[in-house]
């Protein structure tokens, strides 16, 4: 049976959220969201998301690999690429709650706290050779207009996107 919790990922899909209320919603959750989505939901989606990159990304040096984390949350997905040899990895969310969490890990270089959609990040054209992305597309969440700006911001030839949820 599952331990009761003190939320839910249905409570943070709602479709008519606006990105600072949705983030919002994860500053207020991210200091039990690890837990939560661990232990007592059983997640598997972070882990699926580093095996499969790592599964695309077969053969090459794992630390010279660039890795944008996208909607990184508190770092969980990052945690298992760290520990798979990719050291070289940088998070963007829009929750500035979930990425104090992620920067106490020590697990990515840069942390941007940014919406991400439409609108231009602060990141150079081809930077990433890949890009990993877990449970960010959802209601309220990141919708298919981000799609031009996270192709921007990887290397030409060099797209791996794992979307996973
Ligand atoms: C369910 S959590 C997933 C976090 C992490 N990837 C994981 O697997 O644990 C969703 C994350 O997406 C972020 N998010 C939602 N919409 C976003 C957007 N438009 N731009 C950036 N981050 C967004 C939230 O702040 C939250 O940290």
Not at 61 to 68: F, M, P
Not at 99 to 119: E, H, M, S, T
Not at 145 to 153: K, T
Request: glycine share 8%; hydrophobic share 35%.
């Amino acid at each position: 049976m599952l331990a009761k919790t003190t939320t839910s990922l249905d409570t943070h899909h709602d479709p008519n959220s606006t990105p600072e209320g949705t983030a919002k919603c994860y500053d207020d959750w991210s200091g039990t969201y690890d837990k939560e989505i661990m232990t007592q939901l059983s997640c598997t989606g972070p882990r699926e998301c580093a095996d499969a990159l790592e599964k695309a990304l077969d053969g090459s040096t794992r630390k010279e690999i660039r890795i944008l984390d996208v909607a990184a949350g508190t770092g969980l997905v990052a945690e298992r690429l760290v520990k798979k040899g990719f050291t070289n990895i940088d998070a963007v969310d829009g929750s500035q709650g979930m990425l104090d969490l992620a920067q106490k890990k020590q697990i990515y270089r840069r942390l941007i706290c940014d919406f991400v959609g439409p609108n231009p990040l602060d990141i150079e054209n081809d930077t990433y050779d890949a890009i990993a992305c877990c449970a960010g597309f959802a209601a309220g969440h990141m919708k298919d207009d981000c799609l031009p700006e996270l192709i921007r911001v990887v290397k030409r030839g060099e797209l791996h996107f794992k979307i996973s949820d």
